[in-house]
């Protein structure tokens, strides 16, 4: 049973084929590789990203991503833009997480203001943020199960994100672009009944968490594609400046809603756990995401039941000027590390903004841990790093 | 090795799975036939009050890709009183959206200081030729009807309500 094998064999097994292919490469430069195109248009690319990967039978030498496909120029787009339209334009950047994208931008202009949302306000941000983040992984927990050819489970994935996604409608308008956070507060408050309606969608995405545990992580094929595949040991993990779940699943205790002091978001108030896991593999990232989904529902019903009265909207100028200076805010995304570099001038719009989003980040892992392995495990390692291709090209 | 192999209790769950479904029917609905209804805040077209409307250009200025198109006039009405001099008011002459650039933000609805513009949650309003997606003041009017009353809010929120305007 390949399994229950120790998977420091496995480890070491990816350690000398990488070495061996290393070796290849110096030999015969001229070698009779093949060179293999994955994508622009894959279905596991999860957009237009290409692999140019170089093979030697079916051993992977070289896997070159090449990005910029899907590129839509957001950082120069957001510098002929006031500050409430910027709003609109970052939610379209990880477009499963689309409210999760708003927050860091609009704790960097709080900051810069010097201006602090409401006490009710940062309540339901921070409900917001987990709920996008549940709605993120959940199509997470289906999808992987796609990449490695089970089709069932997307579709369990897709029916109970809906009960999320129609809580996130009924509160903000838009399914996937709520546009809902604003600076200083946020767009509207809640309507009668939701909070009881978003409990009911809750147990849908617990009960979902449940039968992805019977249907994916029990299985001995699951297992077998996934154990001691794509190892990222943690200083390599470190040292490409991995983020979010991926590098929580080589064993590194780092998570920027418990590490860093935001004032915007309420995860101080709140009693959770960061959930990690030594391997580094494909399994253990799944894994890590599904703990974090059950999480999430964990944190989002203790959020329910503390919202506190109040307004949802600080004292607020008409007509936002931001006042010359710069901050640099991240947040932990349902992808990872996301964090806005806003420059401001004084005026109606930003001079500049960088956006440091997890997936561009996650991506460069790629050429390192695909090198030895074999065609049909780039997939399943890709889909396990989770990236999302707006979120990579921005 | 597990006491049950992981592929025989995920066939369970699948095969569970199917028997609700047969059982309790399915969770979609087939679209043209059955309808799901949208829920009140949903953003789906913008419908124009054109009487609260001055003509101010804020919508058109806040709009993230300018698609909104405003010309007016100023026109003199008759006084309100009797003997009174006669008023100057905006008359709108234009005000089209086009819904194929449309981002459907709803920053124009949220700027809007005279309580202009209100979002409804239709959305069959899909045409074979992209130009006809530009509604003009008329067709964002005949919208008015299907906007719903506002909701009202959750326990603990200190927003006032608002009535939309028939």
Redesign the interface.
């Known amino acids: 049973?390949t399994a229950?094998q120790p998977n420091i064999d496995r480890r070491q097994l990816s350690y000398i084929a990488g070495q061996a292919a290393d070796a290849r490469v110096n030999v015969e430069l001229e070698a009779e590789g093949m060179t293999l195109n994955i994508g622009p248009q894959h279905p596991a690319t999860h957009g237009t990203l290409r692999i140019v990967v170089r093979l030697d039978g079916e051993q992977v030498i070289e896997a070159d991503p090449i990005m910029g496909y899907m590129h839509r120029g957001y950082e120069k787009l957001v510098e002929v833009?006031?500050y409430?339209?910027i709003?609109?334009?970052v939610n379209r950047i990880d477009w499963l997480g689309s409210f999760a994208n708003e927050v860091p931008f609009i704790l960097a202009c709080e900051q810069l203001m010097g201006i602090e949302a409401p006490p009710?306000a940062q309540w339901i941000r921070t409900l917001f943020f987990e709920l996008s983040r549940i709605a993120n992984l959940t199509l997470f927990l289906g999808d992987m199960g796609v990449q490695l050819g089970a089709v069932?489970p997307v579709f369990?994935a897709f029916?109970d994100r809906?009960h999320i996604l129609?809580q996130i409608?009924?509160?903000?308008?838009?399914r996937f672009?709520p546009?809902f956070d604003r600076i200083g507060g946020l767009?509207?408050?809640?309507?009668?009944?939701?909070?009881d309606e978003t409990r009911r969608a809750l147990g849908h995405i617990r009960k979902f968490c449940d039968?992805m545990e019977?249907?994916?992580v029990?299985?001995?094929?699951?297992?077998a594609r996934t154990r001691g595949i794509g190892v990222i040991p943690a200083d390599v993990a470190l040292s490409y400046g991995l983020s979010g779940a991926n590098v929580r699943a080589s064993g590194v205790d780092w998570d920027l809603r418990r590490d860093s002091s935001n004032s915007g978001l309420v995860y101080d108030k709140l009693d959770w756990k960061v959930w990690t896991h030594p391997d580094g593999d494909s399994f253990a990232r799944y894994w890590v995401r599904l703990q974090e989904v059950r999480e999430a529902c964990h944190m989002v019903d203790q959020l329910l039941d503390s919202?506190?009265?109040?307004?949802?909207m600080a004292k607020v100028p008409r007509i936002i000027k931001v006042p010359a200076g710069e901050a640099y805010v991240a947040t932990e995304n349902p992808l990872g590390e996301m964090g806005y570099y806003v420059v401001s001038q004084g005026g109606l719009e930003p001079f500049r903004v960088k956006i440091r989003s997890a997936s561009f980040s996650n991506m460069s892992i790629a050429p390192w841990v695909l090198k030895g392995t074999y065609v049909p495990d780039v997939i399943t390692i890709l889909a396990s790093l989770y990236f999302i291709l707006g979120d990579i090209d921005r | 090795m597990a006491l049950v192999p992981g592929v025989i209790k995920g066939l369970g769950v699948t095969f569970s799975e199917i028997v609700k479904t047969v059982t309790k029917g399915p969770e979609t609905v087939q679209y043209p036939h059955a309808k799901e209804d949208p829920v009140p805040r949903a953003r789906g077209v913008i419908a124009l009050h054109e009487d609260n409307c001055t003509s101010c250009m804020l919508c058109a200025r806040e709009c993230p890709d300018w698609c909104i198109y405003i010309e007016g006039h100023k026109e003199l009405a008759p006084p309100r009183r009797a003997g009174g001099k006669p008023r100057s008011v905006n008359k709108l002459d234009r005000f089209d959206i086009d819904y194929g650039l449309c981002m459907y933000c709803g920053i124009c609805v949220e700027v809007c200081p005279f309580e202009a513009l209100f979002w409804s949650p239709e959305f069959e309003y899909s045409e074979p030729r992209i130009a006809d997606l530009l509604h003009d003041k008329t067709r964002l009017g005949q919208w008015m009807t299907t906007v719903p009353e506002f909701e009202s809010y959750e326990a603990g929120a200190q927003v006032k309500g608002k009535k939309v305007p028939r």
């Open positions: 049973m229950t833009r006031t409430p339209q709003n609109t334009l009710r069932t369990y029916r809906e129609n409608e009924s509160a903000t308008g838009g672009h546009n767009k509207d408050d809640l309507p009668a009944g939701w909070v039968v019977d249907l994916i029990g299985n001995e094929i699951f297992e919202i506190p009265a109040g307004p949802i």
